[in-house]
T-cell receptor
Framework: GAGVSQSPSNKVTEKGKDVELRCDPISGHTALYWYRQSLGQGLEFLIY????????KSGLPSDRFSAERTGGSVSTLTIQRTQQEDSAVYLC?????????????FGPGTRLLVL | GEDVEQSLFLSVREGDSSVINCTYTDSSSTYLYWYKQEPGAGLQLLTYIFSNMDMKQDQRLTVLLNKKDKHLSLRIADTQTGDSAIYFC???????????FGPGTSLSVIP
């Protein structure tokens, strides 16, 4: 079946512009995660959605970052007034029920370059 | 706060064993994971261990956990060139907490 998909696969933008990154989780998965992977860095947790619960936003680096998940499925990560340090690969993952022992299935990522 | 540390690089010869080490700070960590990221590919869960276990073995992979020292290791027996990848250690307290990843160890296998 289809895995986690993300779009766009690559995005180049100018400093100060807003960008929207999209994640389509595996159908039926209730948990959705956003991570950021910078060059030479590990994965940095950004935000976690579980079912209809309020999302865990503790990892968002600044108030320029926001995310929403419509209808418990597709999620959009929005970065306002992008900065060069926002350049990274943004990864989305989903898991069936959000349980810790479940595999998180990762998408291919969106490579963001802020000029 | 929580922190997960790993050495950044490891190089081994094909056929040898690889040992990738990880340390974490959160004593409440319940789940500890090893993920693999191959070049140009997404992350893949290799294995995980509960904090009440000392060891878990799965084919060529052996995970050892020293909870007292907060040290986790991944041993890959008979390392192959296809094992070349970045290996991430990660921890999670409960199903309701975020997953904290380490910086990743880049494993290079020399033919």
């Amino acid at each position: 079946g289809a895995g986690v998909s993300q779009s766009p696969s690559n995005k180049v933008t100018e400093k100060g512009k807003d960008v929207e990154l999209r994640c389509d989780p595996i159908s039926g998965h209730t948990a959705l995660y956003w991570y950021r992977q910078s060059l030479g860095q590990g994965l940095e947790f950004l935000i976690y959605f579980q079912g209809n619960s309020a999302p865990d936003k503790s990892g968002l680096p600044s108030d320029r970052f926001s995310a929403e998940r419509t209808g418990g499925s597709v999620s959009t990560l929005t970065i306002q007034r992008t900065q060069q340090e926002d350049s990274a690969v943004y990864l989305c993952a989903s898991s069936p029920g959000g349980l810790a022992e479940e595999t998180q299935y990762f998408g291919p990522g969106t490579r963001l370059l802020v000029l | 706060g929580e922190d997960v540390e790993q050495s950044l690089f490891l190089s081994v010869r094909e056929g040898d064993s690889s040992v990738i080490n990880c340390t974490y700070t959160d004593s409440s960590s319940t789940y500890l994971y090893w993920y693999k990221q191959e070049p140009g590919a997404g992350l893949q869960l290799l294995t995980y261990i509960f904090s009440n276990m000392d060891m878990k073995q799965d084919q060529r992979l052996t995970v050892l956990l020293n909870k007292k020292d907060k040290h986790l290791s991944l041993r890959i027996a008979d390392t192959q060139t296809g094992d070349s990848a970045i290996y991430f250690c990660a921890e999670r307290e409960t199903s309701y907490d975020k997953v904290i990843f380490g910086p990743g160890t880049s494993l290079s296998v020399i033919p």
